[in-house]
T-cell receptor, first 112, second 114 residues
Protein backbone atom coordinates (compact mmCIF):
# COMPACT_ATOMS: atom_id res chain seq x y z
CA UNK A 1 0.00 0.00 0.00
CA UNK A 2 1.24 3.47 -0.86
CA UNK A 3 1.39 5.99 1.90
CA UNK A 4 3.34 8.09 4.34
CA UNK A 5 4.76 6.57 7.49
CA UNK A 6 5.99 8.41 10.53
CA UNK A 7 7.74 6.75 13.40
CA UNK A 8 7.47 6.48 16.25
CA UNK A 9 3.86 7.41 17.11
CA UNK A 10 4.89 8.67 20.56
CA UNK A 11 8.32 9.93 21.56
CA UNK A 12 9.64 11.08 24.90
CA UNK A 13 12.90 12.94 25.37
CA UNK A 14 14.68 14.77 28.11
CA UNK A 15 15.15 18.49 27.83
CA UNK A 16 18.40 19.41 26.06
CA UNK A 17 18.52 16.31 23.86
CA UNK A 18 18.25 16.40 20.09
CA UNK A 19 15.69 14.04 18.61
CA UNK A 20 15.04 12.95 15.01
CA UNK A 21 11.57 12.19 13.69
CA UNK A 22 11.26 9.86 10.73
CA UNK A 23 9.10 10.41 7.65
CA UNK A 24 9.03 8.01 4.71
CA UNK A 25 6.76 7.97 1.65
CA UNK A 26 6.40 5.44 -1.15
CA UNK A 27 4.05 7.55 -3.24
CA UNK A 28 6.85 8.78 -5.53
CA UNK A 29 6.01 12.33 -4.50
CA UNK A 30 8.54 15.05 -5.22
CA UNK A 31 7.61 17.49 -2.45
CA UNK A 32 7.65 16.83 1.29
CA UNK A 33 6.71 19.01 4.26
CA UNK A 34 6.92 19.15 8.05
CA UNK A 35 4.25 20.79 10.16
CA UNK A 36 3.70 21.22 13.83
CA UNK A 37 0.31 21.32 15.55
CA UNK A 38 -0.26 22.75 19.02
CA UNK A 39 -3.57 22.57 20.95
CA UNK A 40 -6.15 25.01 19.58
CA UNK A 41 -3.94 26.02 16.68
CA UNK A 42 -3.72 25.19 13.04
CA UNK A 43 -0.81 23.45 11.40
CA UNK A 44 2.31 25.56 11.06
CA UNK A 45 4.96 24.88 8.43
CA UNK A 46 8.44 24.09 9.73
CA UNK A 47 10.40 23.06 6.61
CA UNK A 48 9.62 21.89 3.11
CA UNK A 49 11.47 20.29 0.25
CA UNK A 50 10.48 20.40 -3.42
CA UNK A 51 13.28 18.15 -4.62
CA UNK A 52 16.08 15.91 -3.35
CA UNK A 53 19.03 17.76 -1.77
CA UNK A 54 17.06 20.99 -1.53
CA UNK A 55 14.86 22.35 1.25
CA UNK A 56 13.53 25.69 2.48
CA UNK A 57 12.55 27.12 5.84
CA UNK A 58 8.89 27.46 6.62
CA UNK A 59 7.27 29.84 9.06
CA UNK A 60 8.73 28.38 12.29
CA UNK A 61 12.08 26.80 11.35
CA UNK A 62 14.09 28.01 14.34
CA UNK A 63 15.37 25.11 16.44
CA UNK A 64 14.74 22.52 13.70
CA UNK A 65 16.84 20.98 10.94
CA UNK A 66 16.07 18.65 8.04
CA UNK A 67 17.78 16.70 5.28
CA UNK A 68 16.54 15.32 1.97
CA UNK A 69 19.10 12.83 0.72
CA UNK A 70 16.52 10.50 -0.80
CA UNK A 71 13.22 11.21 -2.52
CA UNK A 72 11.41 8.89 -0.11
CA UNK A 73 12.75 10.28 3.15
CA UNK A 74 12.58 13.66 4.92
CA UNK A 75 13.72 13.35 8.56
CA UNK A 76 13.23 16.24 10.99
CA UNK A 77 15.62 16.91 13.86
CA UNK A 78 14.29 18.82 16.84
CA UNK A 79 17.33 20.40 18.43
CA UNK A 80 17.87 21.62 21.97
CA UNK A 81 17.56 25.17 20.60
CA UNK A 82 13.82 24.68 20.05
CA UNK A 83 12.25 26.39 23.06
CA UNK A 84 8.89 24.58 23.08
CA UNK A 85 9.41 21.24 21.35
CA UNK A 86 6.45 19.39 22.87
CA UNK A 87 3.88 19.16 20.07
CA UNK A 88 2.26 16.92 17.46
CA UNK A 89 4.46 16.74 14.36
CA UNK A 90 3.01 15.97 10.94
CA UNK A 91 4.80 15.08 7.73
CA UNK A 92 3.13 15.53 4.35
CA UNK A 93 3.96 15.01 0.71
CA UNK A 94 2.58 16.07 -2.65
CA UNK A 95 3.13 14.78 -6.16
CA UNK A 96 4.48 18.15 -7.20
CA UNK A 97 4.73 21.61 -5.75
CA UNK A 98 1.15 22.49 -6.71
CA UNK A 99 -0.54 19.23 -5.77
CA UNK A 100 -2.73 18.40 -2.79
CA UNK A 101 -0.73 17.50 0.29
CA UNK A 102 -1.29 14.13 1.90
CA UNK A 103 -0.39 13.63 5.53
CA UNK A 104 1.19 10.90 7.62
CA UNK A 105 -0.27 9.77 10.96
CA UNK A 106 1.91 12.11 13.02
CA UNK A 107 4.38 11.81 15.91
CA UNK A 108 3.59 13.20 19.32
CA UNK A 109 6.81 14.45 20.90
CA UNK A 110 6.91 15.12 24.62
CA UNK A 111 9.97 16.71 26.14
CA UNK A 112 10.26 16.12 29.86
CA UNK B 1 -1.04 37.77 11.46
CA UNK B 2 -3.66 35.05 10.96
CA UNK B 3 -4.15 34.95 7.20
CA UNK B 4 -6.69 32.11 7.34
CA UNK B 5 -9.37 32.26 10.02
CA UNK B 6 -11.98 29.81 11.17
CA UNK B 7 -13.95 31.86 13.67
CA UNK B 8 -16.13 29.05 14.99
CA UNK B 9 -14.09 26.68 17.15
CA UNK B 10 -16.97 24.25 17.38
CA UNK B 11 -20.27 23.37 15.75
CA UNK B 12 -22.98 20.90 16.74
CA UNK B 13 -25.46 19.59 14.17
CA UNK B 14 -28.12 16.92 14.24
CA UNK B 15 -27.72 13.84 12.08
CA UNK B 16 -29.35 14.35 8.69
CA UNK B 17 -29.14 18.13 8.81
CA UNK B 18 -26.73 20.39 6.94
CA UNK B 19 -23.36 21.31 8.45
CA UNK B 20 -21.84 24.59 7.30
CA UNK B 21 -18.23 25.34 8.20
CA UNK B 22 -16.82 28.75 7.41
CA UNK B 23 -13.38 30.11 6.62
CA UNK B 24 -12.12 33.64 5.90
CA UNK B 25 -8.81 34.68 4.42
CA UNK B 26 -6.95 37.92 3.93
CA UNK B 27 -4.23 37.23 1.35
CA UNK B 28 -5.31 37.82 -2.27
CA UNK B 29 -2.34 35.75 -3.49
CA UNK B 30 -3.94 32.49 -2.41
CA UNK B 31 -4.87 30.55 -5.55
CA UNK B 32 -6.25 27.29 -4.20
CA UNK B 33 -8.22 26.30 -1.14
CA UNK B 34 -8.52 22.95 0.58
CA UNK B 35 -10.50 21.35 3.38
CA UNK B 36 -9.01 18.65 5.57
CA UNK B 37 -10.69 16.44 8.15
CA UNK B 38 -8.78 15.36 11.23
CA UNK B 39 -9.43 12.85 13.99
CA UNK B 40 -7.52 13.10 17.30
CA UNK B 41 -3.93 11.80 17.20
CA UNK B 42 -4.12 11.20 13.44
CA UNK B 43 -2.92 13.08 10.39
CA UNK B 44 -5.41 15.22 8.45
CA UNK B 45 -7.08 13.63 5.45
CA UNK B 46 -7.80 15.62 2.33
CA UNK B 47 -11.50 16.19 1.77
CA UNK B 48 -12.19 18.62 -1.06
CA UNK B 49 -10.58 21.59 -2.77
CA UNK B 50 -11.43 24.52 -5.00
CA UNK B 51 -9.44 26.68 -7.35
CA UNK B 52 -9.67 30.44 -7.02
CA UNK B 53 -11.14 30.62 -10.53
CA UNK B 54 -14.21 28.66 -9.49
CA UNK B 55 -17.00 29.42 -7.06
CA UNK B 56 -18.26 25.93 -6.31
CA UNK B 57 -16.99 22.39 -6.20
CA UNK B 58 -19.05 19.36 -5.27
CA UNK B 59 -18.07 15.83 -4.27
CA UNK B 60 -20.85 13.63 -2.98
CA UNK B 61 -22.15 15.01 0.31
CA UNK B 62 -19.47 17.71 0.39
CA UNK B 63 -19.66 21.05 -1.40
CA UNK B 64 -17.22 23.92 -1.10
CA UNK B 65 -18.26 27.47 -2.02
CA UNK B 66 -15.82 30.29 -2.68
CA UNK B 67 -16.71 33.99 -2.59
CA UNK B 68 -13.57 35.77 -3.76
CA UNK B 69 -14.90 39.27 -3.31
CA UNK B 70 -15.65 38.53 0.34
CA UNK B 71 -12.54 36.37 0.75
CA UNK B 72 -14.75 33.70 2.23
CA UNK B 73 -15.23 30.00 1.69
CA UNK B 74 -17.53 27.49 3.23
CA UNK B 75 -17.87 23.73 3.39
CA UNK B 76 -21.37 22.24 3.29
CA UNK B 77 -21.99 18.66 4.39
CA UNK B 78 -25.41 17.29 3.48
CA UNK B 79 -26.70 15.16 5.08
CA UNK B 80 -24.48 15.15 8.15
CA UNK B 81 -23.58 11.76 9.59
CA UNK B 82 -22.12 10.79 12.99
CA UNK B 83 -18.91 9.69 11.24
CA UNK B 84 -18.42 13.28 10.12
CA UNK B 85 -17.62 14.27 13.71
CA UNK B 86 -14.03 15.52 13.56
CA UNK B 87 -11.99 18.71 13.38
CA UNK B 88 -12.11 20.39 9.99
CA UNK B 89 -9.24 22.58 8.81
CA UNK B 90 -9.43 25.08 6.02
CA UNK B 91 -6.15 25.65 4.15
CA UNK B 92 -5.11 28.18 1.52
CA UNK B 93 -2.29 27.71 -0.94
CA UNK B 94 0.09 30.29 -2.30
CA UNK B 95 2.27 29.22 -5.23
CA UNK B 96 5.41 31.34 -5.68
CA UNK B 97 6.49 29.83 -9.00
CA UNK B 98 9.00 27.50 -7.39
CA UNK B 99 7.31 26.47 -4.19
CA UNK B 100 3.83 25.91 -2.83
CA UNK B 101 2.94 26.72 0.77
CA UNK B 102 -0.24 25.99 2.66
CA UNK B 103 -1.57 28.23 5.43
CA UNK B 104 -4.03 26.55 7.77
CA UNK B 105 -6.87 27.89 9.86
CA UNK B 106 -7.22 26.92 13.51
CA UNK B 107 -9.93 24.35 12.82
CA UNK B 108 -13.61 23.83 13.65
CA UNK B 109 -14.67 20.85 15.71
CA UNK B 110 -17.87 19.38 14.25
CA UNK B 111 -20.08 17.22 16.43
CA UNK B 112 -22.91 15.39 14.67
CA UNK B 113 -25.48 14.26 17.21
CA UNK B 114 -28.08 11.51 16.86
Amino acid sequence: DGGITQSPKYLFRKEGQNVTLSCEQNLNHDAMYWYRQDPGQGLRLIYYSQIVNDFQKGDIAEGYSVSREKKESFPLTVTSAQKNPTAFYLCASSIRARGEQFFGPGTRLTVL
Amino acid sequence: DQQVKQNSPSLSVQEGRISILNCDYTNSMFDYFLWYKKYPAEGPTFLISISSIKDKNEDGRFTVFLNKSAKHLSLHIVPSQPGDSAVYFCAARRYTGTASKLTFGTGTRLQVTL
